[in-house]
């Protein structure tokens, strides 16, 4: 009961007059992380609209310095590879400002300079009106939505919201409260409001350095105070404000026609054909308001002639990143900035797919998009060299655990070692050129036919007339899908008698077994539905047995797939 309450645990304390100072760990299977924080004792402030606003214009603040960092690391050549700006309170003990880089081991040095230089740039010769009014256009976009939104928000995050609010002593507000505060001081916002507020969250403190890495270093404290001293005596240059971009993809030629036209009515669905061949299927719906969702399917995906392995995994990664003809992926999110737009590539099975969700006031420029990339990939040398200085980074993640292997390694192994499951080796990555991603993908992007998905809060007339002006425009399409019958056949490994052993590089606590054996593909529906409830059946005896009367494990789990491709 409540009179046997424990009572709160002692936090311990923090000695805030703490000089500059620094802090190291290493671990063969962690990623090279370094924080520097700034940490003044926790001011409690009350939910108040001024501090909302205060509180507004230091967080503009972390997003223009976050997305100065995000050009460094989207150069393709940054020893950064990903960086977070931000500032919290932290257990009512501490308020605590913080630049959180994650970086190639061997380059460390190279990116706590980059860090601490752009870091100290922001301090020293603030931000520009171009930056701020990206940011802005940015928060005011996702409160527009938010409020479109309202009326369909899912209400299990609706009511952890709220029990947020009670539970950190906020004010619970509508969206539409928000929009109206946001619009009410938005000329307030100014580049001085704003360099003063990100400036106090650094000032009189001396910071303090942390990296963790997979580097054994020797002298590891004094490294990084050294790198961190040569680093301050580089002079930083104030920032050049590049003013306004403009969209560049916005004509595709002459808008097709419709030439067929059928109304599925059980389904509640419109299925359409352009006179080039695209095709359409279209719902409007009212379950989510002021949301569209669009899928964009071409081609064939994993079943498309490749000359080498990894060319899949590789293009899949990089060809969005790779930008546009007329804008890099950087200046992308530039020109872009306030809209809610995305690209959402992958390959799949037997497809290559955009699927997206953007707004009904942002669905033409968001097929702009997805047909600029149709017709006129960037191919930039900057996506490729961004994925392969990450790819050491994602297989260490995969080794760390027993999941991750089975990802890497055991997928392939089941497939009869068909190179496009799994992970590719470094070899297979580093053999990947421009030219090999072109190879594989620009026939489908010129020449097979297209499928487009589009549902939710949008007229039909709406919809298919901005289809007829972007994917409508192209030339005309192949009529058929190739069928790759020769690639459809993935043969399952023999029986053995002896267990493949396979060794990760985590916690020698952490273990799994496996065993699989050979069903069927998905040709008899039946057949299917049979194999999943028996899946199911043996699924309760599992765990009845493993988890319940032996006690061995709590993750005892039976899983069934039957491909519709293979």
Not at 33 to 38: L, R, V
Not at 64 to 85: E, F, H, K, M
Not at 490 to 511: K, T, W
Not at 526 to 538: G, N
Request: aromatic share 8%.
């Amino acid at each position: 009961g409540l009179e046997n309450a424990r009572p709160d645990p002692d936090l311990g304390s923090v000695d805030f007059d703490r000089p500059f100072s620094v802090g190291y760990f290493s671990d063969p299977e962690v990623f090279t992380i370094m924080t520097i924080d700034a940490v003044r004792a926790y001011q409690p402030t009350a939910d108040t609209a001024e501090n909302r606003f205060q509180g507004n214009l230091a967080n503009l603040g972390d997003a223009i310095l976050g997305r100065r960092y995000a050009t460094i690391v989207n150069s393709g050549t940054s020893p950064l590879l990903q960086v977070n700006t931000s500032h919290t309170s932290d257990f009512e003990l501490v308020d605590r400002a913080t630049v959180l880089a994650v970086a190639t081991p061997d380059r460390w040095e190279d990116a706590l300079a980059m860090t601490e230089q752009e870091l100290r740039r922001a301090l020293e010769h603030g931000f520009t009106q171009a930056e701020l009014d990206e940011q802005i256009t940015n928060m005011r976009s996702a409160m527009e939505n938010s409020v479109e939104q309202a009326g369909t928000r899912d209400s299990s995050n609706l009511a952890d919201a709220i029990w947020s609010s009670w539970r950190y002593d906020t004010v619970y507000t509508s969206p539409a409260s928000s929009l109206e505060r946001f619009e009410a001081t938005v000329d307030d916002i100014t580049v001085d409001a704003v360099n003063a507020a990100f400036r106090a969250l650094w000032a009189d403190t001396d910071p303090l350095i942390f990296l963790a890495s997979s580097l054994e270093l020797t002298d590891p404290e004094g490294a990084i105070r050294d790198t961190w001293a040569a680093s301050q005596q580089v002079a930083v240059e104030p920032p050049v404000d590049s003013g306004p971009a403009v969209f560049a993809y916005t004509d595709f030629g002459t808008a097709g026609s419709i030439v067929e036209r059928e109304e599925i009515e059980d389904l509640g669905l419109v299925r359409a054909r352009f006179d080039n061949g695209v095709g359409v299927t279209f719902k409007q719906t009212d379950f989510e308001d002021g949301t569209v969702r669009i899928r964009v399917n071409f081609g064939r995906g994993e079943l498309e002639p490749r000359a080498q392995p990894a060319v899949d995994v590789v293009t899949g990664n990089v060809f969005t990143a790779s930008g546009l003809g007329a804008h890099s992926a950087d200046d992308l999110s530039r020109v872009l900035a306030g809209r809610s737009v995305g690209t959402g590539f992958a390959v799949l099975d037997d497809r290559f797919r955009f699927s997206v969700v953007t707004t009904p006031e942002d669905y033409e420029i968001q097929l702009q998009l997805l047909a600029a990339f149709m017709t006129d990939p960037g191919w930039r040398a900057e996506g490729l060299a961004q994925y392969q200085t990450v790819t050491p980074e994602i297989r260490r993640n995969l080794y760390s655990t027993p999941n991750g292997v089975i990802q890497a390694e055991v997928s392939r192994m089941i497939h009869g070692g068909d190179a496009r499951y799994g992970y590719p080796d470094p070899e297979e990555v580093a053999g990947i050129d421009i030219a090999a991603m072109q190879n594989y993908l620009m026939p489908a992007l010129q020449n097979a036919p297209i499928e487009i998905t589009v549902i939710g809060d949008i007229a039909e007339a709406d919809a298919m007339a901005m289809i007829a002006s972007t994917f409508g425009a192209f030339d005309a399409r192949s009529a058929e899908w190739p069928s790759y019958d020769e690639a459809r056949t993935i043969v399952f490994p023999a029986a053995i008698s002896e267990p493949v052993v396979l060794r990760h590089n985590g916690p020698d606590y952490q273990g799994m077994a496996n065993i699989y054996w050979p069903t069927d593909d998905d040709d008899d529906l039946r057949q299917t539905r049979a194999i999943s409830l028996l899946r199911a059946v043996f699924d309760l005896k599992l765990t009845e047995r493993l988890r319940e009367d032996e006690g061995l494990t709590y993750s005892a789990r039976i899983n069934n797939t039957a491909s519709d491709v293979y």
